[in-house]
């Protein structure tokens, strides 16, 4: 079990004693036929507000993955489609889920290259509110990566190491490299600090947030000083982790994560406006934002 409120959800992973469906590896059928006029003009909404804001803020291999996938603004993808192409370029599959998964079955789809994607849609009434990662956090977000071969390595090596993990009782170890690299990373390129990370790739206000904010630090990514680090899931997070390339993932696909638990569980856990001098910093934060949050929250309670 994860010990900390904020490790307690993550994209991809259901609450402890969500009812299972039909299948064992909580598998659905994607029912595309079913999706409304309603659902697809909201797919429209999003994609179209997102596609104009990621040029010049998404890395290089997003744009890539994006162009070369049967993803478009008239309609939510068919995972039949997307899992094709997919299949052809990297051997991954997308495959439909009515929401959160158990991290078990999470992982063993990761491990076989199988990724799951919330088969619903958010309401229109909530563009910016997402309880449980839906088809477009899921699709748009991730898909596209999945077609770069580091990511793709990298995902099903998390999948391993997340069936591993859970042996070790490291899973909130795992969870936080997760957290700030596949739903919060950015990456340095030639031309400026970018995004890769899904859950910033797929949120409107995250994408300006995550790189043009004063508020937030940009750190360089480091392993076990990840590990240690705790994440915010109600709010914009207040640190970033920056690869200096994204083919750094393919050294963490390979190495044991053992020695580096044991080496982070030793040291103190890290909040996460925290920065350290060991750190490379690429921006300091002045993190007036969630300063702000706070102290407005301080006020209604004493109210
Ligand atoms: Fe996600």
Redesign the pocket.
Known sequence: MQSSPADLVK??AAAPGATPPSRADWTIDQGWASYSAADHATWKTLFERQTQLLPGRACDAFVQGMRALPIAADRIPDFERLSEVLMRHTGWQVVAVPGLVPDEVFFEHLANRRFPAGNFIRSPQQLDYLQE?DVF??VF??VPMLMNPVIADYIQAYGVGGLRAQKLGRLKELARVYWYT??FGLVKQADGLRIYG??IA?SFTETQFALADPSPNRLGFELERVMRTRYRIDDFQESYFVLDDLDDLLALAQIDFAPAYQRAALAAELEPSEVLPSDRVVTRGTGLYHAVKREAQLQEVHA
């Open positions: 994209h991809g990662p956090h899921d977000g991730h596949v739903e899904a859950g797929s």
